[in-house]
């Protein structure tokens, strides 16, 4: 329906346009990367696209890059390839910071470097997509390509196909309308049984199509293909009446803020997010944009599930890691800093990293504070046109004990340099809208009692065969055997030696994350 069917209102005129990256190269789905020799390739006289180039591409960019995806160019055959070397080289080498190809931004010589679904280039990959352009792109013999990847065009899930597949109503957002957020009615989920979602995934289907170029045909917004900038969306049950004549209480689930360019969100193992039988999804924060030509659109939400059998083992925690309201941005400056700041009051595991800023936000940087310890945790760039979280690899999510300090910083960019920022004549402060200001992290965590803070150190321990001088980013106990001596567990021994106490344990030694991980 279009948005006065939807609303009661009508749209009007005005919408400010920004530049943005429209391309996007991510990992396809259960392939794994295909070296083929490249590693060695990469350092031998001459490097060919049979043999070196296209398993690159297969790796991290042509799931999107190709006939039917949603890039503006296909980068599976040699002939394709070729004329966009230059802008591969380009795109590849800014490497973390608004604009890079893949859209993945975490920088690679601080913090943890183990994510789930990492689509990013490493050093040899990039190096080897430069000697290559600058060799004249040399094909090399055909019989080294890879196997071909197929793909199923009617299926475009990232994390596969959804158990559930709830459709929200069609909106019309004409070609030159301002901004627009509202409340939408609430969508029943159609399930009959209640079940724990290990991911959410949600998409925008709309009727852009391409120029004859190949590109979008829409503006080069943030996110000019696409019309929904960001819902903010939970689940509600109300209440009902059982058979025995007990009233139960309304139930309302929170899930991850749907943002344009946003991969899907993948819970820990260990805590499934509960979807209700009889449930609506529910938003009264639904933020439309134009894209600069007339475009209709819905979102659909895939919801995976666990077997039915299966129960969470861990609690989610949430609390605002961030600044919302209280911002200040100076006229024409980059390197702008903004700091927000919480203690932990419980043992926290961190499941993803989510840095959330707005047109002025080029970066942000998480650290937890531990005793005398000061540890980065992770530095990413930031592209409002990609917005996204980084789901840390199982054995390396942190796990920060009780009175931990966590410390996000946010680097912003009112300078002349940055595009996305219209005027940069003005101060600028907080704001909804994509040209205004937000500076949170809206990460996932879940909760920990003290044996399973326990467990979890022990069971790191184990996989990454840690000693008592071993240094893990993250996990500043991790190093700290028991007071019993056995490293395999924490015993309770009524003496109050809970996984939270003893030392900081500062000494570094051989870690699991290479780079600048203390200071």
Not at 13 to 27: D, F, K, R, S
Not at 272 to 298: F, Q, W
Not at 452 to 466: G, H, N, P, V
């Amino acid at each position: 329906m279009s948005i006065a069917k939807l609303t009661g209102i009508s749209l009007l005129t005005g919408a400010l346009a920004l530049p943005g990256a429209v391309g996007v190269g991510l990992a396809a789905p259960g392939v794994a990367a295909q070296t083929n020799g490249t590693a060695n390739g990469a350092a031998q006289d001459e490097v060919t696209f049979s043999r070196d180039i296209a398993p690159i591409l297969q790796r991290s960019c042509v799931r999107c890059h190709r006939d039917g995806g949603v890039a503006p160019m296909s980068l599976v055959e040699f002939d394709e390839v070729v004329p966009h070397a230059s802008q591969i080289v380009r795109r590849t080498g800014i490497r973390d910071r608004a604009g890079a190809m893949p859209p993945w931004y975490v920088e690679k010589d601080i913090g943890i470097q183990h994510f789930k679904d990492d689509m990013s280039l490493h050093d040899w990959e990039i190096d080897a997509l430069q000697r290559w352009r600058r060799a004249g792109t040399p094909e090399g013999d055909p019989a080294d390509l890879p196997s071909p990847l197929e793909f199923d065009d009617d299926v475009v899930w990232v994390a596969g196909e959804p158990d559930l597949i709830v459709t929200l109503p069609e909106v019309l957002v004409e070609s030159d309308v301002p901004d627009w957020w509202g409340d939408i009615e609430p969508v029943p989920t159609g399930l009959e049984e209640d079940r724990y979602v290990k991911s959410v995934e949600i998409r925008e289907v709309n009727d852009v199509g391409r120029n004859a170029d190949g590109g979008h045909e829409g503006r080069h917004t943030v996110g000019g293909r696409f019309v929904v900038h960001h819902m903010i969306w939970s689940t509600y049950k109300g209440a009902e009446t059982l058979e025995d004549g007990t009233r139960t209480r309304p139930s309302v689930v929170t899930w991850p803020v749907h943002e344009v360019g946003r991969e899907p969100d993948i819970f820990d193992n260990d805590a499934g997010r509960l979807l209700r039988a009889g449930s609506s999804i529910v938003s009264n924060s639904l933020h439309l944009h134009s894209n600069g030509r007339d475009t209709r659109a819905h979102l659909e939400i895939g919801f995976r599930f666990h077997p039915p059998d299966y129960e969470p083992k861990y609690r989610r925690t949430s609390f605002g890691l961030g600044n919302g309201s209280d911002i200040d941005i100076r006229a024409g400056e980059a390197g702008q800093e903004l700091h927000a700041y919480q203690v932990l009051n419980q043992h926290t595991k961190i499941v993803t990293f989510e840095p959330h800023l707005h047109a002025p936000g080029m970066r942000m940087c998480l650290e937890a504070i531990w005793g005398f310890n000061v540890e980065t945790i992770n530095c990413v760039g930031y592209d409002h046109n990609w917005v996204r979280g980084y789901t840390y690899a199982q054995d390396h999510q942190p796990l920060l004990p009780e009175g931990t300090i966590l410390h996000i910083v946010g680097y912003m960019d009112t300078s002349d340099a940055n595009r996305n920022v219209p005027d940069t004549r003005n101060w600028q402060g907080s704001g909804n809208r994509s040209v205004a200001n937000m500076f949170i992290d809206l990460g996932m965590r879940v909760t920990l009692t003290d044996e399973q803070f326990a467990e979890e150190m022990a069971r790191r321990r184990a996989k990454l065969a840690l000693g008592p001088n071993d240094h893990v980013i993250g996990c500043p106990l991790c190093m700290v055997i028991p007071a019993n001596g056995n490293p395999d567990y924490w015993a309770d021994d009524g003496g109050g030696g809970g996984a939270g106490s003893g030392g900081s344990g500062n000494d570094a030694g051989r870690g699991s994350d290479a780079g600048r991980g203390n200071r």
